[in-house]
């Protein structure tokens, strides 16, 4: 690991602690204040933006990376303007989409969904945060420029925003309403302020007239854009069905309290994430430039070896988690939730898959794996729901925490046979070249 990547890691492993922190604490906050039915209502309205905002807004960030980075190593400026100038479209037009299908569900299928009839006001009035979700093509500007303080700000500010503001409702004894309607302005303002600061280090930079580049043109002379870009959002909207649509099919299923206790034990375990997550961000562009630099051999070998790192740093947090899961959920959430204990372990162990396999999807990426990922997260999430669906019944919660198991693996498995194929393809067309 450079001095370069490890400066960023740090950054931005510590901004994501922070905001993950941070978010435990709002969400500890609430569920003092609230009862566990209560708290798994605004909790099941809060997924389910999640999930129609992954499943309808593109974030063009990944894609935006890959060719960025290009774009910068060719010292294409125009291009790289153009890119910029594509980026914002695609994330307000698609913002704007996802926004207005949230708003439009609820009222037929809100019920379905587990939220109750007399909450659909609200959970419309929340769905309104998807519309500031537009910061895609600013954290890929950012990662070409190894800003990584800037990646870190939006998440930490958000989270000591809804802290303040779940401190406030708990204070004035608000109703579990309040709090999720407290949360949407400290979500949109935490964006807002991203975005400002992002424009900052753009001019600074040097990259302005975005409004005067030609988006066609840049994203021409991108080959494979638009294919990628629907494919790695088409990849996320699937995935999200584990990610955040577990946290809604429990409510329905199980009803609100055990939305509240998987939301817990997610909130714990995904502390584990906050070491990779920053990991991610960071190799995505020398990933990207050890592949336009034809260096397939090397990059494997970076790639794998962040993922060792990653991986041995989970497998250390889950160990402690085995003896401290229920002390952990005592005391940050009350008595109430100890029985998630053993999920939050099973959830761990899942987190510990998933960062063997962190520069999974930078490197697919990077070596025009793009439909592949997909079919790996297809593959993972077919896995997910076939044993959520014969699990949840007999199991409960414990199916549920199952079925991430069988999706990380599947999806680590698949994607790293796939990425190991073609660097051997790629480097046996070198060879005669070499020779």
Known sequence: MNRKLLSGWVKLVTSNAAAGALNLVGLAIAARALDVDELGIILIIQAYARVVDGLFNFQSVNVLTRFLAEAEHGEETERFRGLVKAGILVDGLTALVATLVAILILPVLGTSLGVPSDW??????????????????????????????????????????????????????????????????????????????????????????????????????????????????????????????????????????????????????????????????????????????????????????????????????????????????????????????????????????????????????AVNLGKEFLYSVVIGTSAFLIVVSLAIGPLGLLGVAAAHLAFEAVLSTTGWLWICRRVSDLTAKQLPTAT
């Open 120 to 365: 659909t006001s609200v959970a419309m009035l929340y769905s309104l945060v998807i519309l500031t979700r537009i910061f895609g093509v600013s954290e890929a500007v950012l990662r070409c420029f190894d800003r990584f303080w800037a990646i870190g700000l939006r998440g930490t500010l958000s989270a000591l925003l809804i802290v303040l503001c779940s401190l406030g409702a708990w204070w004035a004894d608000a109703g579990a309403a309040t709090f999720l309607v407290l949360w949407l302005p400290a979500e949109a303002t935490a964006i807002i302020v991203f975005l400002i600061c992002t424009y900052i280090v753009r001019r600074q930079q040097g990259v302005t007239g975005i409004w005067r580049a030609k988006a066609r043109a840049a994203v021409r002379r991108s080959q494979g854009f638009w294919g990628m870009l629907w494919q790695t959002n088409l990849t996320f909207g699937i995935r999200i069905v584990s990610q955040d649509a577990d946290v809604v099919l429990a409510g329905a299923v199980l009803g609100p309290a055990a939305a509240s206790l998987l939301r817990a034990a997610k909130a714990v375990s995904g502390l584990v994430a906050q070491f990779g997550r920053p990991l991610q961000q960071v190799v995505s562009a020398p990933v990207a430039r050890l592949s336009a630099q034809g260096q397939f051999s090397g990059m494997l070998r970076y790639s794998a070896k962040i993922s060792a790192l990653a991986g041995f740093t989970g497998l250390l947090l889950t160990i402690s988690m085995v003896f401290f899961a229920d002390w952990t959920l005592r005391v940050l959430f009350g008595d109430a939730y100890v029985e998630a204990a053993t999920v939050t372990v099973i959830l761990f162990l899942a987190r510990n898959i998933y960062l063997t396999g962190i520069t999974i999807m930078p490197t697919m990426l």
